[in-house]
C-alpha cells in the first residue's frame, strides 16, 4: 500500500498562490504517477493534474492550464501542485492520489485524505 498526506491548503485572496504537497510514505514512490484532484461543494472529484513517474511528462485539466503546475521530486517522496492566479471556483479540497494505468479518477488507486483551499473574490 502507498499512504499518501497533503498538505499546504489554506485561504487565499483571488489573484493568489497556494503550494500543495503530497507525501508519500510505502512501496516505492519513484514506480508511480501521480495526480491532483478536487472537489467542490455539491460536485463531483475532478481531475486536476498528472506527471509521470519520472517527471517527464505533465497533463492538466482546461480550467488550471497555465496556472497550476504539477511536479515531483522522487528522492523527497513528494508530488507538488504550485496554484497560481487562484480564482474562486478554485475553492475545493484538493486530493492526490496514485495514477495507474490510466490518467484521472479511473487510473486512481490509492488517495490521500485532502487539504482544503478557499480563495475570497
Known amino acids: 500500500q502507498v499512504q499518501l498526506v497533503e498538505s499546504g491548503g489554506g485561504l487565499v485572496q483571488a489573484g493568489g498562490s497556494l503550494r500543495l504537497a503530497c507525501a508519500a510514505s510505502?512501496?516505492?514512490?519513484?514506480?508511480?504517477?501521480m495526480g491532483w484532484f478536487r472537489q467542490a461543494p455539491g460536485k463531483e472529484r475532478e481531475f486536476v493534474a498528472h506527471i509521470t513517474w519520472n517527471g517527464g511528462t505533465t497533463t492538466y485539466a482546461d480550467s488550471v492550464k497555465g496556472r497550476f503546475t504539477i511536479s515531483r521530486d522522487n528522492a523527497k517522496n513528494t508530488v507538488y501542485l504550485q496554484m497560481n492566479s487562484l480564482k474562486p471556483e478554485d475553492r475545493a479540497v484538493y486530493y492526490c492520489?496514485?495514477?495507474?494505468?490510466?490518467?484521472?479518477?479511473?487510473?486512481?488507486?490509492?488517495w490521500g485524505q485532502g487539504t482544503q483551499v478557499s480563495v475570497s473574490s
Open positions: 510505502g512501496r516505492t514512490f519513484s514506480n508511480y504517477a
Open positions: 492520489a496514485t495514477q495507474r494505468f490510466a490518467i484521472g479518477i479511473r487510473g486512481a488507486e490509492y
